[in-house]
């Protein structure tokens, strides 16, 4: 009886031992974006781990993803080091430059089998995902180049609407110039970044790189014309640019604050753009005459590194296709001002409620139309770099425009012809 008791008790004791809680399985998901979007993520990261127990996503700013900026230095760094984070939101332009490394996860099987992120599934947002006829991000957080202007100030001024133009937008800058409570505003003032740059080369029938990738071609004057009218108007005292590493975010705080009756910006400033106490508006971006408008699409994908274990590839793959599964994919677009990435963001009731009330958002869908991807070259980032560079002394030092696009294109052509 001695025995059997005491086989009874253990039994009594192992059932009323809880058992513990398998722990979640964390993964790291790198992000380069601040502000307002920093709040945005953030909650969204919290949102997905309530909802999916298992899995605990641990997001971490790692710097500003723009091309060669700190989060790529430290994805580098972590690379050389085999200490890996597991989704990164990675730089458009730079997909190609890591997956080339080998150091990318080829989503084309997954994609496959998802219920919303196949190929065909998304908005025209599907450019510099790949390289080598292989896909390696899932668009993340797109945007388009628009132009911001203060209506109120436009009406002050006798303007009825938005320029179309870039003869437009030179012609009404010097109308716009008032003074403000805390003295000159401005008639515009764009943020001198490549990515502009890239946008009205395009838009006047230029381009960055050669169809084979191998060389530069953008030392002409259809790419030079742009810069020019900057430059002149900021000669004229009707324009204004702002330098250094907070140049975008000054920018927009300058609008916000009527400093500026319009500026050039990205279709994610709208959130912060919304904090402005006056009306505001969105517009296509400014063409050139007699030319289809081309523009740019800037962000970042989403990318699973492809030497972590197969285990934190699929709750990674998991959190991608959360993040851009459609109401996501709506909230996300509602709350930023990125375009929402997936068709079936914009079948969702709230979102189109939300569009007809704020028609502001519904400009960078609208201009979906007019972009282009970019060359999908391993060296791209690069040469982005070395056109930043040229464009900082074009507007900033008053260099010479087309002297010195084509003194840049001569290093972009050592840069490419380099192994």
């Known amino acids: 009886m001695t025995r059997v008791w005491c086989l009874a008790l253990m039994v009594i004791l192992a059932l009323a031992i809880p058992v513990a809680a398998e ?173 502009f740059f890239q946008s009205m080369t395009w838009s006047n029938g230029g381009d960055v790189l050669s169809p084979d990738m191998k060389r530069a071609v953008f030392a002409t004057d259809a790419a030079a014309a742009g810069l020019k009218i900057w430059a002149d108007l900021i000669e004229r005292g009707t324009a204004q640019v702002r330098t250094g590493p907070t140049e975008f975010l000054q920018t927009i705080q300058d609008f916000v604050n009527e400093k500026t009756a319009m500026y050039w910006g990205s279709a994610a400033d709208m959130g912060a753009v919304a904090a402005a106490k006056f009306d505001w508006r969105a517009a296509l971006s400014p063409g050139f005459d007699g030319k289809r408008l081309v523009v740019p699409q800037g962000g970042a994908n989403a990318v699973i590194m492809a030497k972590i274990a197969p285990e934190r590839q699929k709750a990674a793959w998991e959190f991608i296709q959360w993040w851009t599964s459609p109401a996501e994919a709506a909230y996300w677009s509602r709350e930023t001002g990125y375009v929402p990435v997936v068709k079936k963001a914009l079948d969702d009731p709230e979102f189109k409620a939300f569009l007809k009330s704020h028609p502001n958002h519904a400009v960078p869908i609208e201009e979906l139309a007019f972009s282009r991807a970019a060359a999908p070259s391993p060296k791209y980032f690069q040469v982005l770099q070395l056109i930043q560079r040229a464009q900082q002394n074009i507007i900033s030092n008053k260099a010479p425009a087309l002297p010195t696009l084509q003194s840049t294109a001569r290093e972009v052509d050592a840069l490419l012809a380099a192994p």
């Open 23 to 195: 722990a979640p399985l964390e993964i790291s998901f790198w992000y380069g974006v601040g502000g307002q979007l920093q709040k945005v993520i953030e909650g969204q990261a919290e949102k997905f781990n309530k909802a999916h127990p298992g899995i605990k996503v641990t997001p971490f700013y790692a710097g500003a993803y723009g091309a060669g900026g700190p989060m790529q230095q430290k994805l580098l760094a972590s690379m050389a080091a085999g200490s890996l984070p597991d989704v990164v939101q990675l730089e458009i332009h730079a997909t190609c430059t890591f997956a080339s490394r080998g150091a990318l996860l080829a989503l084309d099987e997954w994609m496959a089998k998802s219920d919303h992120d196949r190929k065909d599934d998304f908005l025209q947002v599907l450019t510099n995902t790949g390289c080598d006829g292989k896909t390696y991000g899932i668009p993340f957080n797109r945007s388009v180049p628009i132009l911001y202007w203060n209506r109120d100030r436009f009406t002050k001024a006798g303007i009825a609407g938005p320029p179309k133009t870039w003869t437009e937008l030179a012609a009404i800058a010097p109308k716009l110039v008032q003074d403000g409570a805390d003295g000159k505003v401005v008639g515009f003032m764009p943020i001198n970044q490549w990515w």
